[in-house]
């Protein structure tokens, strides 16, 4: 019922898009001149980007048709044609652009007169003066220094006009030459097109905006209607660039950039957030458990009181529902689902990728609720070496040290090196057990990049990783070298070993650059060995992944395509007490994928097939939709399916600290003789972007609804003395509905506002009841606050952050004694952290924080902690904090 359903709503979708695309369309053909295939992508590429609703060029009859709506003029998109370099009916190409064409490229050129159009493009525009793209007073001071050291005698460059006015000898050097050297430092201009990687690496008040077609107005350089400086009070007359913002005055123009640290991906069909390491950089963020304390869409708890592990959660549901990748690779999964947000430092961690609801068919069929991708720091275009030192109050403390060097032109190799350790006995509940383990660890990364995809067309990128982690926790005073049958005291055991290698290679077919083919391999083993009390746990895990992936176009660039097929093997060894399980996972899969892309709209729709040995042929659509109703006013719908197989054992290892006895109510599937999950997802999600004081802001509302059509419950009302685990008889649902506000109220200061309701419920085998610990109301609030900078770069910064966390259903105690039972609902309580940062100068960088200022704490944690070894001891009843207040220091250092 729910696959016909999604296939009304897909044709529904495709139907209103048909609608859409019909609407207010001028189509008109054009005669543009061209040889190859290079020419065809180049003059569509152009006309897409000065506004064109749809371009196709044809080689054979050099003609081109296009279709345009609203304001969008055939001659502005011929114009920008003629910029790249083809001449056309209207207008003509200059020299300069034409001999720049590659061989294959250079057509016969007709002797009429026809407009230049780098001529007839900006009246005002005189000889030697040439478009260049940029923002700010850097801009400007990089442009013309550039210019200089090309061998210019002056150079002008000009925000409002964004065009740089050059004075050289001819005999000396050229405007060819100067214009490569700006290219060259990271600005676009009507000849040279900078590297992406040059590009990424300017400042944010730098980072203009590559699409707006040259000669048009840059929206981040402002006006009066004098044209002269527009007037601001006497604090923004200041130079700034509060850690994230830059606002400065050139020439009776005043220049606003920003790049703020989380932004949503205005271009994506699904709902996507792309978190900046500097988003990182306002908590202590010692790991990716760490990594979302500033973030609304991510909850983030303590989930057992003995191991003090940490889990996510989203739309209501756990982190075991959500892809975890790194490198969009398989990452979190199996065997490493309990501690697996603990072996990727936060200093490693360049950018993450949150995308809520269903996330690509081309990343996997695992994904339900969203993908969470972490990509590590590999990119920079100098030799560069930064060290992290951290310590808290409580005897953590850790180190990082990563080392980014490009060997050449085309490789880049990164050193990632992390260590931590536990040392101190933390207790502040009084219960004689640790609030957190003791132990260490040792992280190791290498990678390695090659990119020649502008010559050659490959880029490769290679990484190895090994990780050691070892932890001890119980009562204070257990020694982990005793076995636990010869000591009275509680004690638990976890000792990791992971190893994996990966590689990523590509390719873009010559004079195709829509057109790529893509291959990633990975290996992974993972050994864990632990014991919690009298009770052991043990496994290892292999698993290889490989995925390949074709990209193509249909005809143009608004019709794309991708295909594939993908393999995944996991073997899993695991042992229980006394009983082992064992099971190996092979699943084969193909997948396609299709993107069209209209001014207003773009709708992706996929699907994959999966053989699975043990879960059987899955079928897995999914599909994201667009639509702009404004470019400040965006709709976004999605639907979709995944799949997962659940390992039971792994995943629920909070609940292993105690005394319940784990029973499995098989039914004749082959994965613990249970089936597999299967749930569906919707959502819908609408973002408004306006001024208020003056400045952007952002309203973003979104709902998803995730049903599950069968899932393995984890049953712990049954009894407390039972973990009782079974597949769903009925209906199990997650609601998930997120409203948040963004706003600037003045310069430097910036915050984000959160509520969040989620309604989750399952029918277990004794009815129908609220899913524990996940409260129905959440608020959020993040306040961050940048001084301006001073001569050195040095500025101050502030962030706080307050949680707020309703009331959660409690499982089920009331057969205990009454001293050992839970009340039905938790207290709702709130939760601050707050963090100050020194940046003295681009390379040193201090800061103290505190977490859970409030001190707000579950008093009894542990169920019966005074009697460890008795039927009632439960250190998995965590609903909130176990530590008060805990302040740390931090030093980072550049060099």
């Known amino acids: 019922m729910k696959l016909y359903i999604s296939r009304i709503i897909l044709g529904l979708f495709l139907l209103s898009t048909t609608f859409l695309s019909a609407q207010n369309l001028s189509k008109n053909q054009f005669k543009v001149k061209g040889n190859c295939e290079m020419c065809k992508e180049r003059i569509e590429s152009a006309a897409k980007k000065a506004g064109a609703k749809t371009a196709v060029y044809s080689i054979d009859s050099n003609i081109l048709t296009l279709e345009t709506e609203g304001n969008i003029s055939s001659d502005q998109v011929l114009l920008k044609i003629a ?15 034409y001999k720049k064409l590659p061989g294959c490229c250079l057509y016969q050129r007709d002797s009429e007169a026809q407009v230049s159009a780098t001529e007839n493009h900006n009246h005002s525009k005189h000889e030697n003066e040439f478009f260049v793209k940029g923002n700010c007073e850097s801009c400007k001071a990089r442009i013309e220094k550039a210019a200089k050291d090309a061998g210019a005698n002056s150079a002008e460059w000009n925000a409002e006009k964004q065009t740089v006015q050059l004075q050289f000898d001819e005999t000396k050097t050229s ?18 097109k900078t590297t992406d990687s040059v590009y990424k690496k300017l400042p944010s008040c730098c980072l203009y905006d590559r699409e707006i077609p040259f000669g048009e107005a840059n929206p981040k350089v402002h006006m009066d209607e004098a044209g002269k400086q527009a007037q601001h009070s006497s604090d923004e007359k200041n130079e700034h660039d509060g850690h994230n913002r830059n606002e400065k005055n050139i020439e009776g123009v005043t220049v606003t950039a920003s790049k703020a640290a989380t932004s949503l991906n205005k271009k994506e069909a699904g709902l ?13 963020c010692c790991n990716l458990s760490e990594s979302f304390e500033t973030n609304a869409t991510v909850d983030v708890s303590f989930s057992n009181a003995v191991t003090g592990t940490k889990q996510l959660k989203m739309l209501g ?54 993908q969470i991708n972490t990509e590590l720091i590999k990119h920079s275009e100098k030799s560069e070496t930064s060290l992290n030192l951290f310590a808290d109050f409580n005897g953590r403390a850790e180190a990082n040290i990563t080392h980014v060097e490009p060997i050449n032109d085309h490789w880049t190799q990164t050193f990632l090196l992390h260590g931590n350790g536990t040392f101190g006995d933390t207790d502040m509940n009084d219960d004689t057990f640790l609030d957190r383990p003791k132990g260490t660890q040792l992280n190791a990364a290498y990678l390695l990049n090659f990119n020649d995809l502008e010559h050659s067309g490959f880029g490769s990128h290679f990484g190895i990783n090994f990780i050691k982690d070892e932890r001890t926790s119980g009562q204070i005073g257990f020694d982990k070298k005793i076995p636990q049958s010869q000591q009275s005291l509680y004690g638990v055991g976890i000792d990791i070993s992971r190893f994996q290698v990966w590689n990523k290679t590509g390719y873009i077919f010559k004079g195709k650059p829509y057109q790529s083919l893509g291959w990633m391999n990975q290996y992974v083993y993972h050994q864990q060995d632990s014991f919690f009390g009298l009770r052991n746990y043990s496994g290892n895990q292999h698993t290889y992944y490989s995925n390949l992936i074709f990209e193509s176009i249909i005809g143009n660039t608004n019709h794309k395509y991708k295909a594939g097929a ?7 060894e695991e042992k229980y007490l006394s009983d082992n399980f064992k099971r190996n996972e092979i699943v084969p899969g193909a997948f396609a994928e299709y993107t069209l892309t209209g001014a207003k709209y773009t709708l992706v729709a996929g699907a994959r097939v999966d053989f699975h040995n043990l879960a059987g042929t899955q079928f897995t659509p999914r599909m994201n939709f667009k639509y702009d109703f404004t470019p400040k006013t965006i709709l976004r719908l999605s639907a979709g399916r995944g799949f997962r197989t659940a390992s039971v054992f792994a995943e629920n290892q909070q609940y292993f600290a105690s005394n319940r006895n784990i029973q499995i109510m098989q039914n004749g599937g082959d994965i613990y003789g249970l089936k597999p999950e299967i749930a569906w997802n919707y959502g819908a999600s609408l973002q408004q972007e306006f001024k208020l004081f003056g400045r952007k802001s952002t309203l973003i509302a979104d709902f998803f609804r995730t049903d599950f059509q069968d899932q393995v419950l984890v049953d712990l009302d049954r009894s407390p003395q039972q973990l009782t685990f079974y597949n769903l008889e009925g209906k199990s649902f997650a609601n998930s509905f997120q409203t948040q506000f963004d706003f600037s109220p003045f310069r430097n200061f910036e915050v984000r506002l959160a509520y969040k309701y989620y309604d989750v419920q399952a029918d277990y085998l004794d009815g129908r009841r609220q899913v524990p610990f996940m409260a129905k109301h959440r608020g959020f609030l993040n306040l961050a606050y940048a001084t ?10 502030f962030d706080t952050t307050l949680n707020l966390v309703g009331k959660q259903r409690l499982p089920i105690t009331s057969s205990n004694p009454a001293e050992f039972q839970l009340p039905t609902y938790s207290d709702s309580y709130a939760v601050l952290n707050a963090q100050i940062s020194r940046n003295f100068n681009q390379k040193i960088r201090a800061y103290v924080g505190g977490e859970n200022l409030t001190s707000y704490h579950q008093k009894n944690a542990i169920v019966d ?9 439960d250190g998995g009843m965590v609903y909130a904090p176990i530590m008060k207040a805990n302040f740390y220091v931090g030093l980072d250092v550049s060099f």
Not at 84 to 97: C, I, Q, S, V
Not at 181 to 192: R, T
Not at 340 to 358: A, D, V
Not at 788 to 797: A, C, D, L, P, V
Request: proline share 2%; net charge negative.
């Open 175 to 192: 405007a060819d030459k100067i214009l490569m050297k700006i290219a060259e430092v990271g600005h676009d201009n009507e000849k040279y």
């Open 566 to 572: 993908s393999f995944m093997y996991d073997g899993y």
């Open 272 to 284: 996507t957030f792309n978190i900046d390491k500097k988003e990182l950089l306002k908590a202590a």
């Open 83 to 97: 910029e790249a370099g083809h001449d056309n009916e209207k207008y003509k190409a200059t020299d300069e652009a």
């Open 865 to 873: 902690f005074k009697n460890p070894f008795s039927n009632y001891f």
């Open 317 to 370: 549901l756990d982190q075991k529902y959500t892809s975890l990748t790194k490198e969009l690779l398989p990452e979190i999964r199996g065997l490493a689902s309990a501690y697996g947000l603990n072996f990727i430092p936060g200093r490693w961690i360049e950018s993450i990728q949150l995308t809520k609801g269903g996330s690509t068919v081309t990343n996997g069929y695992e994904s339900i609720t969203g």
């Open 788 to 797: 301006n900078k001073n001569k050195n770069e040095g500025f101050w910064s």
